[in-house]
């Protein structure tokens, strides 16, 4: 089940402005902060629109408790997830997916000048079917998505959201003609084994900190006092991305592109595993 919540500013300023993609954090009580992708109009500096699905601890407060009126705290807008330039554009989503890919999609169509497509996995049951319609298709069979992205010239930039499930079957059609954008809701699988044990070098702060096999490398540094950035939890965020610089990580996030994982500078400790028995962490 899914809700749309609306937010304004508290003392009726304008909010800050955000590009397609986009997502706040919600601060909750008990100390729950949860990312949401933005699905409303960039221009619109009077209100925030999110998608929130029932899925943890964090949207049941939102479905079950939070109220009209009801004043909550938000960080951001924060642009991880960004529109670059293409020569043509195909948007899929699975889900509450839809979400950024929304004024992704009005952007691109308001402009005119880019071959695009638009096509949601939901059977037309979502709150947004309205507003997708009038862009592009609802689906109720994965084959409509899966010939889409098979048909696509080379080159296509392909902007998928939605479960891993959907994300993962995505990027295997789309192999390696297609460039390829991925965001999911929902953690990736266990490293198979587990999570190895390594050994963290914070460079800034002079310290080395044992992480156990079994730990995330983000509670790793949350135990030891490290003031690391926290929210997601899954790797869409990008909250508590930290630079790498030595080291070599198994990337198990849908947040950082190829071109910062090739570059090895970057690590999201939330979901990411050491592939080396040494991180030193710019930290």
Do not use: N
Not at 5 to 14: H, K, N, P, S, T
Not at 65 to 91: I, K, M, N, S
Not at 251 to 264: F, N, P, Q, V, W
């Amino acid at each position: 089940m899914t809700v749309e919540v609306r937010l304004a500013a508290a003392d009726g300023a304008a909010l800050p402005r955000w590009a397609p993609g986009a997502h706040v954090d919600l601060v909750l009580p008990g100390g729950l902060v949860r990312p949401y992708s933005l699905c409303g109009d960039p221009r619109d500096t009077a209100t925030w629109r999110l998608l929130v699905r029932r899925a943890g601890r964090a949207s049941a407060y939102v479905h079950d408790q939070l109220q009209v009126g009801d004043v909550v705290h938000a960080r951001g807008p924060r642009d991880r997830f960004v529109l670059g330039a293409a020569a043509r554009y195909l948007f899929v989503a699975s889900g509450a997916g839809i979400a950024p890919l929304l004024p992704m999609a009005r952007w691109v169509a308001a402009a005119r000048i880019y071959p695009w497509q638009l096509l949601h996995l939901d059977g037309g049951r979502s709150l947004l079917a309205d507003e997708v319609q009038t862009l592009g298709t609802t689906a109720d069979d994965f084959a409509l998505v899966a010939d889409a992205v098979l048909a696509a010239p080379d080159g296509t930039a392909v902007y998928a959201c939605g479960s891993a499930r959907f994300v993962d079957a995505v990027a295997d059609l789309a192999g390696q003609k297609l460039d390829l954008h991925r965001q999911q809701f929902d953690r990736p699988e266990p490293v198979p084994g587990g999570t190895p044990a390594c050994e963290l070098v914070l460079a800034r702060r002079g310290d080395t900190i044992p992480v156990p096999a079994g730990t995330s490398l983000l509670d790793a540094l949350l135990d030891a006092g490290v003031p690391v950035p926290v929210a997601c939890g899954v790797g869409i965020c990008g909250a508590c991305i930290v630079p790498l610089l030595e080291g070599t990580v198994r990337h198990r996030d849908s947040i950082l592109t190829d071109a910062e994982r090739a570059t090895g500078r970057s690590v999201v400790t939330c979901v990411s595993a050491a592939d080396s028995a040494r991180l030193v962490l710019d930290v």
